[in-house]
């Protein structure tokens, strides 16, 4: 069982910056986190990507975030961030973390926070 558990959302003033992080946990000896995520919806949004970060360490963002979003990682903690600044009140969504992650019982699967609240006041 992979669990991953999202914090950092919480309501922040426009221009400035909110870091999410998000961890994976599972209950077997070892797995292996093959691609790392974020997702967003916002409002009356079909949830987009925000970006992702490969094993190797290849970053892929959404064009429009390029420049103001960035994923980080701490292997040793399983743990991965993203890094917003200039914040703008349409950022405003709820944001997911997601991961493809290898274990030895299951192979690779998807798997997705619980989401987490960012509110951007003007």
């Known amino acids: 069982q992979v669990e991953l558990v999202e914090s950092g959302g919480e309501l922040v003033q426009a221009g400035g910056s909110l870091r999410l992080s998000c961890t994976a946990s599972?209950?077997?000896?070892?797995?292996?986190?093959?691609?790392a995520g974020w997702y967003r919806q916002t409002p009356g949004q079909q949830r987009e990507l925000v970006g992702t970060?490969?094993?190797?360490?290849?970053?892929n963002y959404k064009d429009s975030l390029k420049g103001r979003f960035t994923i980080s990682k701490d292997h040793a903690k399983n743990t991965w961030y993203l890094q917003m600044n200039s914040l703008k009140p349409e950022d405003t969504g709820v944001y997911y973390c997601?991961?493809?992650?290898?274990?030895?019982?299951?192979?690779?699967?998807?798997?997705w926070g619980q989401g987490t609240r960012v509110t951007v006041s003007s």
């Open positions: 970060v490969t094993s190797g360490g290849r970053e």
């Open positions: 599972a209950s077997v000896d070892w797995f292996i986190i093959n691609i």
């Open positions: 997601n991961a493809d992650i290898w274990t030895p019982a299951t192979g690779s699967r998807d798997y």
